[in-house]
């Protein structure tokens, strides 16, 4: 077994230090109160139409997501066993479990089990005593390291001399993706679809290559399968010290066929999109990929990565900048988990922080459009600077999740505004978009700056708030402003396209640092929804007897 899997790394044995000595120590009614931050949500779907192969493919699926839930912890924290057995409050132990480690997501990574150590930037992803400093100064003297230790695909460890080296993940976590790609390759013995049975093979080989590409585009490839899995190292949210390295996750899904079908249209419009950007020219050069898809899915498995604290609703994949120019990229909308957070969520939200005469534009067909085409807007704006700075992605290093992601969020509600204008999105009125995506910001701003998702909704709400986009009243309740809105809206996304085109790093820290805040006032209002005992986020019930498959 590869050394990084039988010795607990530095930063789990400094936080276990403290944890063996201090982890009794937090109040029963604290844990208790730390778990109404999640409310607890089945997750299944309608099976009935899937044949038994189908079924039993599912079950293996679920199984391969096991492993990489295995892999996550040891990215994030390090020895999961060790760090249970350590807690005997059952409450206490389920929150550690929730967030794969002794640090609660939605408080910005803030330690809950006393005595324990703020979480490294880098998570588990590279020594616990490496600097970022140190990090950069290899890589400058020693170019030839740079490809493997920047790799998405790689830990940081140090050799026998203490110097930096790269050890990929097929060779760290050899057990568990070994594990993963047999068991895609017995599903994909029963896949039904052919496009299907080629992606789980390609992506079983993967895992134990290290290579993702061709499997990448295998999975762009697929149109009419029923299921679909996400699996392997996906996205870099979780290394915030350089925002380089793949964290792994899956999720198992179910394609809803009629609300796909209606979907289908939007992502034909990316390139006509992508002309009226509200920004010069020279930052929409690129021509986005026609083969987007965009479809609805229920989702039954969630595991690692996207199912650590805040959970993921809606996916844009894959990251990989060359296949997104080749094939496009796909969108899958997560909807009975959308739904789940919409009714126990945003609507109590609402009722306590929007003004009465505007809840009546609080609608699900609007949250729901507003989240696909967040997702759909990731295809808008460039992907490489403007200024020989490379891959935005590289250039903006850590800032550019953030960046990214608030570019999305606000690019997402143009798009509204631009089919609604044309035509093209007629149900319901704009207005509903407008209030929705309002409203969702207070919902997501309650998940902190640990995240880019959170860090963007704090870049979009303090921008707001400068340019008038919204009114706090004094009974505490906000009301949004139509005309001024549509004014921030075309100047952030400006602003954000030109950090990304410019690729200044710089620029892009001074950015989200100086709007990436939840001022005192907005922090009151979060703690009246606290109060309210509106949780902040979903918690899953889910697996194969949930689902009614057995084991």
Not at 49 to 58: A, F, Y
Not at 199 to 217: G, V
Not at 279 to 300: F, H, R, W
Not at 473 to 485: L, P, V
């Amino acid at each position: 077994m590869p050394a990084v899997l039988t010795k607990l790394s530095c930063v789990a044995a400094l936080i276990l230090m403290c944890t063996f000595s201090h982890a009794q120590t937090t109040g029963q009614d604290e844990t208790d109160s730390q778990l109404t931050k999640y409310v607890s949500v089945k997750l299944t779907a309608d099976l009935s139409h899937l044949s038994e192969n189908q079924k039993q493919l599912i079950s293996l699926l679920i199984s391969a997501a096991q492993d990489m839930d295995d892999v996550f912890w040891i990215q994030a924290y390090g020895n999961k066993d060790a760090l249970l057995d350590s807690i005997s409050e059952p409450v206490l132990k389920r929150f550690a479990i929730i967030n794969y480690g002794p640090w609660d997501r939605l408080q910005n990574n803030r330690p809950f089990i006393d005595g324990v150590l703020t979480k490294p930037a880098g998570a588990n992803f590279y020594p616990q005593d490496m600097t970022k400093d140190e990090f950069e100064k290899h890589l400058q003297e020693n170019p030839a390291d740079q490809e493997a230790l920047k790799s998405l695909y790689t830990l940081v460890e140090r050799d026998e001399n203490g110097n930096l080296e790269a050890v990929p993940y097929n060779v760290a976590f050899e057990d568990q993706f070994a594990s993963a790609a047999e068991k895609l390759r017995k599903a994909s013995e029963l896949a039904e679809d052919s496009g299907f049975k080629a992606y789980l093979q390609a992506r079983a080989e993967a895992l134990l290559s290290n290579e993702y590409r061709a499997s990448d585009m295998l999975w762009m490839d697929m149109k009419t399968n029923k299921l679909d899995v996400v699996i392997g190292p996906i996205e870099n949210y979780e290394d915030q010290l350089n925002g380089y390295k793949a964290a792994c996750e899956c999720y198992v899904l179910v394609k809803d066929m009629s609300w796909s079908e209606r979907l289908s249209k939007y992502a034909s419009m990316l390139p006509d999109l992508q002309k009226g950007l509200p920004v010069a020219d020279k930052y929409k050069q690129e021509t986005p990929g026609t083969n987007s898809d965009l479809n609805a899915y229920d989702v039954i498995y969630y595991a690692g990565d996207c199912n650590a604290g805040s959970k993921t609703i809606a996916i844009n994949l894959p990251n990989d900048e060359e296949v997104q120019l080749k094939k496009g990229s796909r969108r899958l909308q997560l909807k009975n988990s959308m739904r789940a957070k919409f009714d126990k969520i945003l609507v109590p939200i609402a009722d306590l922080l929007i003004v009465p005469e505007q809840r009546k534009h609080i609608t699900f067909n609007a949250f729901f459009s507003n989240t696909m085409f967040h997702e759909v807007a990731h295809g808008l704006g460039i992907k490489e600077t403007i200024t020989g700075n490379g891959k935005v992605r590289s250039a903006l290093r850590e800032a550019a999740s953030a960046i990214e992601e608030g570019k999305a969020d606000i690019l997402g509600l143009y798009m509204v505004t631009r089919l609604f204008e044309q035509g093209e999105l007629s149900e319901g009125s704009l207005e509903d978009y407008y209030v929705t995506f309002m409203t969702s910001v207070f919902r997501s701003v309650r998940f902190g700056a640990s995240s880019a998702h959170g860090k963007s909704n704090m870049l979009r709400f303090n921008f707001f708030k400068e340019k008038g986009a919204f009114t706090r009243e004094e009974s505490g309740r906000y009301r949004i402003n139509m005309d001024q809105m549509k004014v921030a809206m075309k100047e952030l996304s400006a602003r954000l396209l030109e950090l990304q085109g410019n690729g200044d790093y710089k620029a892009a820290r001074e950015f989200t640092d100086n709007l990436g805040f939840v001022g005192p006032i907005l922090q009151a209002d979060l703690e009246r929804v606290n109060r309210a005992g509106i949780p902040t986020d979903i918690v899953f019930e889910q697996g194969t007897e949930v689902l009614g498959l057995g084991q």
